[in-house]
């Protein structure tokens, strides 16, 4: 992947404000999210010439968002809700702030507002417009009939109906162009390392004192990111006599109909060997305190930011073999990549690592160094600005 060191500003005199900058809006439906994984998109909307627009329900993270120079527009879209009335509700609200913004360019983030994006965008004359697919969540976790079916339906419509030939698709791992029924190859796909890290503001420390592997696990508390899987197969582990301690770092999602219910965090963080912290936002703390990382999910990803993270601060990596998270983490590299949902062979692999404390270290090392090669904010940046420029 490589870098430009500059890119030249755009302007289109047929849409957005009538100054100079011509207008990007981004869609989005949380402003957590954005927050936490793209506002150096924001950034490099700025760098790139553009006035940014941010369309996203509000809660707590307006500062955040306008600190990067992006405008504010509020819009619900709630998760719970997500029937054809609730949909065609969202995609009026759109549209009519669509109509009024006349943007150059929509950057549409993960599925819903894609969807939805997709449908409005017709009622702001269809202006060019990125899809960038963050992963499937809970449908790409899905392997039963009606996962499938649903998966294929929403594929097509992406890739057809919803995307006029000024379209691209912005993705996080190459396994997501088969749901868009696209090759890898296709012009109109562009694959970045997931939201990129700050490799600066994610150091890496020395590996923690003393004896014992210590793990930890960081994601929000739904079903699909395997959490229940990394606690037995400590718990295994433990049995067996292997020195082993997990902390488990999140809140329950409660928009989420699949969030781990709190009594289940607590009788875990009862388990002798594993403790549920609750959210944090000290990331780089998290990993100057720990040897390594478990994330067991389930499927879904894209490329997921907890990952990114640990990988920065140098910790080996114990994740499944579903798509994001293999296409980080090269087995027997920079951490063991393990069947999904295998709690046995994840204690297993926590069995070797605490036998090998070198083996820690120099897989950590190994992650450090894959995250330099293409998975920095920069990297992302500089694609998502080239997507841009191509389609301006």
């Not at 009024?100 to 360019?105: G, I, K, S, V």
């Not at 004359?125 to 499937?136: E, I, K, M, R, Y």
């Not at 197969?233 to 067996?240: G, K, N, S, W, Y």
């Not at 067991?296 to 990988?311: D, Q, Y």
Request: hydrophobic residues 45%; positive net charge.
């Amino acid at each position: 992947m490589s870098v430009t060191t500059s890119s030249p500003s755009f302007s289109n005199p047929t849409h957005g404000a009538t100054g100079a900058r011509p207008r990007l809006v981004f869609v989005v439906t949380e402003d957590w999210f954005f927050a936490s994984h793209f506002l150096p998109m924001a950034r490099a909307a700025v760098e790139a010439g553009f006035e940014p627009v941010v369309v996203t329900r509000l809660r707590d993270h307006r500062k955040a968002i306008e600190a990067t120079g992006a405008r504010l527009v509020p819009l619900d879209l709630e998760r719970r809700e997500n029937g054809p009335a609730s949909l065609m509700q969202a995609v009026r609200r759109l549209g009519a702030i669509l109509e009024a913004e006349r943007p150059a360019l929509i950057h549409a983030i993960s599925l819903r507002s894609i969807l939805i994006a997709g449908l409005a965008g017709r009622m702001a004359g269809n202006p060019p417009s990125v899809q960038a697919v963050t992963g499937l969540g809970f449908l790409g976790a899905r392997r039963d009939l009606k996962g499938r079916l649903a998966r294929a339906l929403l594929g097509r419509a992406i890739a057809g109906p919803l995307s006029p030939k000024t379209t691209r698709f912005l993705l996080e791992n190459a396994q997501d162009a088969r749901f868009l029924r696209l090759s890898p190859d296709d012009k109109r796909i562009r694959i970045v390392g997931g939201a990129g890290v700050d490799p600066q503001a994610y150091p890496p420390a020395p590996l923690p004192k003393g004896r014992g592997l210590r793990l930890a696990l960081v994601s929000r508390m739904v079903w699909s990111k395997g959490v229940d899987t990394a606690v037995e197969a400590v718990t295994m582990a433990r049995q067996r006599g292997v020195d082993v301690s997990l902390t488990i770092f999140g809140a329950p999602d409660g928009d989420n109909p699949r969030a781990i219910p709190k009594a289940t965090l607590d009788e875990w963080n009862a388990r002798d060997g594993i403790g549920w912290a609750g959210p944090t936002r000290d990331i780089p703390a998290v990993w100057a305190a720990h040897h390594a990382a478990i994330f067991p999910s389930r499927g879904g990803e894209g490329l997921p930011r907890t990952l990114l993270e640990a990988a920065a601060c140098g910790r080996a990596i114990l994740t499944s073999d579903v798509p994001g998270c293999r296409d980080l983490v090269r087995d027997g590299i920079e951490g063991f990549v393990l069947a999904s949902e295998d709690a046995p062979a994840f204690s297993r692999a926590i069995e070797a690592l605490a036998g090998e404390p070198d083996r820690v270290a120099a897989m950590g090392k190994a992650a450090r160094e894959r995250i330099l090669t293409g998975y920095t904010e920069r990297h992302v940046m500089e694609t998502v600005k080239d997507l841009w420029r191509e389609l301006l």
